[in-house]
């Protein structure tokens, strides 16, 4: 029920505990099996999850989580720090996954981004099923996600989920899966819209910037603000912007 000290478990072979675990210690999941902490009111100084999957199934507070593999969680907290590495996953299985609060807390977004079927099941357009991501108390969050699980379900009924990128929260919403058009483009406004359309499905739309910006208008106002005559420029600043911000990340990191 709780950790003397730092303690690190290597899971090889598929694990559960079913108690309550409290303690002011940092737990490591090493290993390629899965270790499931399935009871509520879960209390730890940190999580370090450096191979194989980590199942917070109940409720849980922490103040920092470094995640460099797999890491699903149900109703998290956290008050200090959150670190993704490139090659991690996150999995949701909550409307409201993982709750940030604290004035200096940072999340540093990365990786891959797996909605659970569950939640997308009996989804409508225009719904937001999930918030992956909720910000308290002035905390604030950085980067985005390399992949973004398509889900055949929703892809079934003509529908996609998109990535929305607020101050307060990232949400994930379920729309239509139509693309964008305009009868009355040119050819450049012809090309760039060809492109937005391309880019909802990579990296750019799975972080906060211009793009997902202009995204969010366009689904839910119907509004291409001409945005498809200029995305060249726009763009390739947003890029700049990323890959600043991606080299910053990397050097805190280390």
């Known amino acids: ?3 003397l000290k730092d303690e690190t478990y290597k899971v090889d072979r598929n694990d559960q505990w079913s108690n309550t675990l409290v303690a002011e210690h940092y737990l490591t999941k ?53 670190h993704s590495s490139p090659t991690s996953m996150l999995e949701i299985q909550s409307t409201q996954a993982i709750t940030v609060q604290g004035k200096n807390t940072v999340v540093h977004l990365d990786g891959k981004l797996h909605v659970a079927e569950d ?28 992949q973004l699980y398509t889900s055949d379900a929703l892809l079934a009924q003509g529908l996609r989920q998109d990535l929305y990128f607020k101050d307060d929260r990232i949400e994930v919403r379920v729309n239509e899966n139509n693309t964008f058009t ?13 492109a937005l359309n391309e880019l909802r499905d990579s990296s750019v739309a799975w972080r906060k910037g211009i793009y997902n910006d202009w995204l969010q208008k366009a689904i839910e106002q119907n509004q291409l603000q001409n945005f498809h005559y200029f995305i060249g420029n726009n763009l390739y600043a947003d890029s700049l912007a990323f890959l600043h911000n991606h080299a910053a990340d990397r050097l805190n990191y280390l």
């Open 1 to 3: 029920s709780t950790l």
């Open 30 to 82: 090493q290993g390629s099996g899965e270790l499931k902490i399935e009871a509520e009111n879960n209390r730890l100084k940190g999580v370090n999850i450096d191979s194989g999957k980590l199942v917070l199934k109940g409720k849980t507070s922490v103040d920092h989580v470094k995640k460099k593999a797999k890491l699903t969680v149900t109703d998290l907290t956290i008050q200090q720090a959150y």
């Open 119 to 146: 939640l997308q099941r009996d989804a409508q357009a225009g719904s937001v099923i999930a918030n992956v991501i909720t910000l308290k108390d002035d905390a604030n969050y950085q980067g985005g996600f390399n």
């Open 182 to 194: 305009d009868p009355n483009a040119n050819e450049n406004g012809i090309s760039g819209l060809r």
